[in-house]
C-alpha cells in the first residue's frame, strides 16, 4: 500500500457535472477535495446523486463537464489501460453488495487480489483472517445465496477492504446489519482510517453520523455538494 | 491454460452447448475440402511425373491387301525417325497383343475385336529436361510417315494441373469461408456471454481487473470448447475420409494412378482442431477486448 502523506489531496472535483444521456444533470458543480487520511460522512436525502457522485469517484462513470482528479492524475487525460491501477487503490463497497454468487465467501473476498496476480498461497492466508475479523470465519465456503444480508454486506466490506486500499468508498455499509455489526463495521473502517485509508461512507444513517460526529461530512442536496462540519 | 482460475461462470452458458458442435462440424468439412486438395495434388504430381516424359506416336492402320505389313513398315519408319531425334532416350513400339490387352476392359477380347483395324502405338521417351521442338517433329512424322501423328500428353496434362489447381484453389477458399464462419460464431456466442455475465464483468473491471484478465476466461474457455469440437469433427471425418479412399481405389481401374495423401495432408489434418480451437480462442479475446474498451 502506497499511502500519501496526510494532508495532500487524494481526489479533487473541479465544476464537476453528470448527466445520463440526455436527461437533466443529476450532479451540478460539485467542487470538493478530499485530504489523504481523511474520514467523510457522505449525506443526503434519498435521489440526491450519492450513488452518482460514488460512481463518479471509483471511476464507474466519467463525468459530463468538469475535472476529476484522482492520486494527481487527471482522468480525463489519463490512458484507459493506466486506469485499472488506479482502481486497484480504491476498494469499493456496493450499495446491492454485487458479489459474485457463483463463487464463494473466500472466492469474493480474494478477487481484488487474483486480478492483481497474488499468489494463491498468501490469498489462502489473509483472506480467511479478514473473514474472520468480520465474523465470518465459518462461512468461508458458503455461496452468496446462503447468507443473509448483513452477511453479504460484511463479505462485501472485507473485499473492499483485502486490498487495504488508498481510498475505501462504502455505499449505505450498515444498511442491512444490526447496531452492534454497524459499530464493529465503523471501528473496522476507523482502524483503515488510521493506517492512512482515505474513507467515504455514504449513508442515511442519522445516529450512525452522530455518534462518529468527529468526521467531517459531504452534505449533497439537489445535485450539489456543500461541506458540513 | 486449462489449470488457471477463471471468475467467470462461462460453463454453464447455453453458447458453451452449441459451440463445440459447430466448431467439429466446420472441421469435418474443412477436413473434406483439405484432403480433397491433397488427394488431387498427389494423383496429379503422380500423374505428371509418370508422363511427362513422354510422347505416343500414333500410327493409322493401312488398307489394301498387305494391310498388316504395310502397317508394320509405317511402325518401323516412325520408329527409326523417333530414334534420330535429339533428347529422345527410348522409343518402343506397341504391338498389337498388347494394344488389344489395353482395349479388352472396354471392347472385350472376342476375334472381332482381334480383326479390327487398330492403330497401332508408340511410346516415346523423351528427355524431360531436353528442349525438343514436338510441332517441328510432329510435322516432319505426318510428312514422312503415312497416317502418323504425334500425341503431346502436356497439353491434355496441362489442362489437368489447371483443374487440380483450381480445385486446390476452391478448397482454399471453402476452408477460409469455414473459417469466418467459425469466427462470426465466436463473435456471436462470446457477446451473448458477455451480456449474460455484465454485472460480473463490471466488477471485475470496477475492482481493477485489465481487459486482458476478462478477455483471457472467455478466450480460454473458447480455446477448449474449439479444441473439444474440433477433435470431434475431426474423429467423424477420419471414417468418411477413409470411406471415399476405400471407393476410390474401387474406381482407379488402372486409369487413374493411386490415390493418396501425402505426409504433409495427414499434419495438415492434424492440425485442423489446434486451428479451430486457436481461431476461437483469438477470436474470443479479440471480440471482448472490443467491447470492454466501450466501458469507462
Known sequence: MRHRPRGENIIRFDSVGLRYGLGPEVLRDVTFALPSGSFHFLTGPSGAGKSSLLRLMYLGLRPTRGRVVLFDRDIATTRRYELPALRRRIGVVFQEFRLLDHLTALDNVALPLRVRGVRESEIRKHVPELLSWVGLADQLGAKPSTLSGGQKQRVAIARAVIGRPDLLLADEPTGNVDDHIAMRLMYLFEELNKLGTTIVVATHNESLVSRFSHNPRLHLEHGQVTRVN | ?296
Open chain 2, 1 to 296: 491454460m486449462f489449470g488457471r482460475h477463471s471468475d467467470l461462470p462461462l460453463a454453464g452458458d447455453a453458447t458453451s452447448r452449441f459451440l463445440p458442435w459447430l466448431v467439429a462440424l466446420m472441421v469435418f468439412l474443412a477436413a473434406m475440402a483439405v484432403s480433397g486438395a491433397f488427394a488431387v495434388d498427389e494423383v496429379m504430381s503422380r500423374w505428371d511425373h509418370d508422363v511427362s516424359g513422354t510422347v505416343t506416336v500414333q500410327v493409322l492402320p493401312a488398307g489394301g491387301d498387305r494391310a498388316e505389313a504395310a502397317t508394320e513398315d509405317r511402325v518401323r519408319q516412325a520408329v527409326d525417325l523417333m530414334r534420330l531425334v535429339p533428347g529422345v532416350l527410348a522409343v518402343r513400339a506397341m504391338d498389337k497383343a498388347r494394344t488389344l490387352a489395353l482395349l479388352e476392359p472396354w471392347l472385350g477380347g472376342t476375334d472381332v475385336v482381334r480383326d479390327l483395324p487398330l492403330p497401332r502405338l508408340i511410346d516415346v521417351t523423351i528427355d524431360p529436361d531436353a528442349r525438343i521442338d514436338l510441332a517441328e517433329i510432329a510435322d516432319r512424322l505426318s510428312r514422312t510417315v503415312p497416317g502418323a501423328s504425334l500425341d503431346d500428353h502436356r497439353v491434355w496434362l496441362s489442362r489437368l494441373v489447371n483443374l487440380s489447381r483450381t480445385m486446390e484453389w476452391l478448397a482454399i477458399v471453402v476452408v477460409g469461408l469455414i473459417g469466418l464462419v467459425t469466427s462470426a460464431t465466436v463473435v456471436y456466442a462470446t457477446r451473448t456471454g458477455m451480456a449474460v455475465h455484465h454485472d460480473i464483468i463490471e466488477v471485475l473491471h470496477l475492482i481493477g481487473a485489465h481487459d486482458d484478465y476478462i478477455a483471457r476466461q472467455f478466450a480460454d474457455r473458447a480455446f477448449v470448447l474449439g479444441l473439444g469440437g474440433g477433435l470431434f469433427g475431426l474423429a467423424m471425418a477420419v471414417p468418411a475420409l477413409s470411406a471415399l479412399g476405400w471407393a476410390a481405389r474401387r474406381l482407379e481401374g488402372g486409369f487413374l494412378p493411386s490415390i493418396g495423401m501425402p505426409i504433409a495432408g495427414y499434419v495438415v489434418l492434424g492440425l485442423l482442431p489446434v486451428l479451430a480451437a486457436g481461431l476461437a480462442m483469438l477470436t474470443a479475446r479479440l471480440t471482448v477486448h472490443g467491447a470492454l474498451a466501450r466501458m469507462p
